[in-house]
């Protein structure tokens, strides 16, 4: 499918892999650790590490010989999913977090504790979704998108 | 789990639900209009929308009597998913679209085709994951955090 929603959704979109991802990001490297962690079989995650590095979004590293041992890590393109991460967690710190957020976000540089928000790239302001559009890219008539396109020019994303 | 991420990923964590989510956001309310775009079984489509309705992040509304025929709407909830979807869009544009991005995404204040990036919502200036930190809440010893901050308290998330 030529959709990029569905291209990441393929990567990390079974259930387990995000929650490997944020354990990853958190600092946890072993395979016990995110056994410990996850309580899923050692079969399934075994499975979704396995793809996470055949992905490129894990790095497994040898760390012991004697036994033999690897441990993950993120990669470049296991660290560009924070957005991604971030973006789910502070959905459900308002939606599904009855008692409160579990975690807070601060910035190092202000020191305060954070919301994440989008801004615009271009021009530094404020991005959200009553003030933007998409526009399909030219050459892309089998893209999910090219139906709604043909409908309507200014459907808003 | 005490985690959004994981409360997150309960609610739209089955691979058709974003997609779902996606089309609903360009313009797509009709149950025909969704089973012909994802070409997924009725039966499959019928409970994901279903489930996205209990959980409020779509509203079923009746468009007909004769037949009867509902429409589905993203409610507030729904449309505060628009982050994870742009950052999942944006990373999937950046490591899995050979061709290029099928779409891209235009501020409509300046005019600019742009990319989502994070700002901190307190002092304004950009916001990543190296310049970051989580913080743990006072009394939510049982987060899957917990373990990490016991661990060291200066892991970066």
Redesign the interface.
Known sequence: M??????????V?E?WS??II??A????TKFEDFHR?LGISRNILQQRLTKLVDEGVLLRRPYSEHPPRDDYRLSA?G???????????????????P????????????G????????????G?????H???????AG?AK???S??FR??TS???
């Open positions: 030529d959709c990029s929603v569905a291209q990441c959704l393929e990567v979109g259930w995000m929650l944020r354990d990001f958190l600092g946890v962690r393109k660290r560009d999913l924070w957005p991604v991460l971030t973006a789910m967690r502070q959905w459900g710190d308002k939606y599904a977090a008692s409160g957020p579990p975690v807070v976000l601060v910035h190092t540089s202000c305060q504790e954070t919301t994440a928000v989008f801004m615009c790239d271009k021009c302001e404020r991005l959200d979704l003030d933007s559009t998409v526009k399909e890219c892309r893209s999910p998108y139906v709604i409908e309507s459907e808003r994303v």
